[in-house]
C-alpha cells in the first residue's frame, strides 16, 4: 500500500511560480510511475503531468506545456511539480498518483493510489 502526501499549494499571483511536492512511502518509489492531476471547482478531475518510473518519460497536458515541469527523485521518494507562469486557470485542487504501470498514464484509471490533494489558488 503505497501513501502519498502532496504539499506546497498556496495562493501565488498570476505569473508567479510554486512547486508541488509529493513524499510517498509503503512502498518502492522507484517501481511507480507517478502523475499529477487537478480538479477545479464544479469540474472533473483532468490530468496535468505524468513520469515514467526511470523518469525516461514525461507528459503533460497541452495547457501546461512549456510552464510546468515534473520530475522525480527516487533516493526522496518525492515527486515533484514546477509551476511558473501561473495562470487564474490553474487554480485547483492538486492530486498527487502513483501507477503501477511502466508508462506515463494519462487517465486516473491508470493510477491506484492517490494522496488527499492540495489547493493551488491563482489570483489574477
Known amino acids: 500500500q503505497v501513501q502519498l502526501v502532496e504539499s506546497g499549494g498556496g495562493l501565488v499571483q498570476a505569473g508567479g511560480s510554486l512547486r508541488l511536492s509529493c513524499a510517498a512511502s509503503?512502498?518502492?518509489?522507484?517501481?511507480?510511475?507517478m502523475g499529477w492531476f487537478r480538479q477545479a471547482l464544479g469540474k472533473e478531475r483532468q490530468f496535468v503531468a505524468g513520469?515514467?518510473?526511470?523518469?525516461?518519460?514525461?507528459a503533460y497536458t497541452d495547457s501546461v506545456k512549456g510552464r510546468f515541469t515534473i520530475s522525480r527523485d527516487n533516493a526522496k521518494n518525492t515527486v515533484y511539480l514546477q509551476m511558473n507562469s501561473l495562470k487564474p486557470e490553474d487554480t485547483a485542487v492538486y492530486y498527487c498518483?502513483?501507477?503501477?504501470?511502466?508508462?506515463?498514464?494519462?487517465?486516473?484509471?491508470?493510477?491506484?493510489?492517490w494522496g488527499q490533494g492540495t489547493q493551488v489558488t491563482v489570483s489574477s
Open positions: 498518483a502513483a501507477s503501477r504501470s511502466a508508462l506515463v498514464g494519462r487517465f486516473e484509471r491508470a493510477y491506484e493510489y
Open positions: 513520469i515514467s518510473w526511470s523518469s525516461g518519460t514525461t
Open positions: 509503503g512502498g518502492t518509489f522507484s517501481r511507480y510511475g
